[in-house]
Each structure stands twice: as C-alpha cells, then as structure tokens.
C-alpha cells in the first residue's frame, strides 16, 4: 500500500539529547513537509522540502533540523536546543511543492520529556 | 503572515443534528482546504476549495467559500457518531506566501 511511514510512535527524550524521527513515503511525492501539533492546537509547520536536496524554514524551525537526501525520506532531528518539544508530530508529503495541493498525513511520533 | 481563526473552537451536538464550523481570514485567500482529525489520529483531507463563492458538497457535508475568498465554513447535515472529530481549515494567501496555515480546529463532540 501507498502511504507515508513515521516512526518511532513515541519517542522520549532526555535532557541534552538529539532525536530523530523517522518518515518515509513511498507515494513518489515531490514535496514533504513536518508539522508539530499541541494539545488543543492547529499544526505549525517547522520545515518543507520542495524537492530533494533542498528544504526550507517553516514557523517554528528554532530548535529543529532536516534532511532530504532522498525523494522517499525526510527525517527530522530535535536538537537539545528546543526547550520545549514535547509534543505530536506528523509529517506530510503532496504531490508537489505548490500550496493548492492536498497534503497526505503519516499516523504521526509522540515526543516526550523524561 | 497568514493568519486564520477559526470558530467554534468546540460544538456538542446531539446525532441527528447539524453542525457547522467557520474558518476567517483578514486577507484575500488564494485557497482552503479542510481536513478531518479523528481521536488519537492524524489529519484527513476532506475537499480543496479556490473559487470565489464555491460550494462543493460530499454526501452530508457542504462546503462553502465567501465572495470575497475570506472566509468559509463547513456544514454537516445529521451527524452521526462517525463525524466526531476535529475539523481544521487550512489556507494559503498565494502571491508568494510560503505555507498552509492552519487554523485551531472545531472539536466536534456528538450525544447519542
């Protein structure tokens, strides 16, 4: 099946440490994005990548850091530097880079703080 | 940047009844779409709306851009315990603007 893959589930995450969360889509999309979700809250997207090899800053990159060496992959790193990363994240991939485009959601990774 | 509201931010309703939910912008949009968050699970798209004044209907849901590509709103005809939920708009104002910005979510909430 066609689909966007994230994992771990839930992560958790000790004081100093750098994480990584893991997404793969094998929908053969162009684009993919990370967005993080608080209780309560919309998504704010913390970075994009429009086509491989590159990416962009999204609302709230402070803190975070990606790669897109790959078409299928985008993996998202939280540095020790992001004070507050509890929180729900999900990654998203569409067919283009283009803002009209529907965005495909994975199940999304629980960040927790020890 | 895109700013969006979105109201109400929570609606109960008994099943049977309808349900609408409005998404507001100070700027003109180039587009929005809606997507649907079921408990514990990640966001569905539902429809992509561009036209001024479009509606577009899916089943018992009827969706609607303003004239003035501003706003829009949701409308589900007799919920049923399967629209429980939270229902997101999410818009982008075009003209170079990067990003969908996504508004708080409806929580809907339905009694049987």
């Known amino acids: 099946d066609g689909g966007i893959t994230q994992s771990p589930k839930y992560l958790f995450r000790k004081e100093g440490q750098n994480v990584t969360l893991s997404c793969e889509q094998n929908l053969n999309h162009d684009a993919m994005y990370w967005y993080r979700q608080d209780p309560g809250q919309g998504l704010r997207l913390i970075y994009y990548s429009q086509i491989v090899n590159d990416f962009q800053k999204g609302d709230i990159a402070e803190g975070y850091s990606v790669s897109r060496e790959k078409k299928e992959s985008f993996p998202l790193t939280v540095t020790s530097a992001q004070k507050n990363p509890t929180a729900f994240y999900l990654c998203?991939?569409?067919?283009?880079?283009?803002?009209?485009?529907?965005?495909?959601f994975g199940d999304g990774t629980r960040l927790s703080i020890l | 940047g895109q700013q969006v509201m979105q109201i109400p931010q929570y609606q109960h309703v008994q099943e049977g009844e309808d349900f609408t939910t409005y998404c507001n912008s100070s700027t003109t949009l180039s587009n929005i779409q809606w997507y649907k968050q079921r408990p514990g699970g990640h966001p569905v798209f539902l429809i992509q709306?561009?036209?001024?004044?479009e509606v577009k209907k899916q089943k018992r849901l009827t969706f609607q851009f303003g004239e003035a590509k501003k706003n829009s709103s949701l409308h589900i005809t007799a919920t049923q315990t399967t629209d429980v939920g939270t229902y997101f708009c999410a818009v982008n104002s075009g003209g170079g603007a990067d990003g969908l910005t996504f508004g708080k979510g409806t929580h809907l909430i339905i009694q049987p």
């Open positions: 709306l561009v036209k001024s004044g």
């Open positions: 998203a991939s569409s067919i283009s880079g283009t803002w009209n485009q529907p965005q495909h």
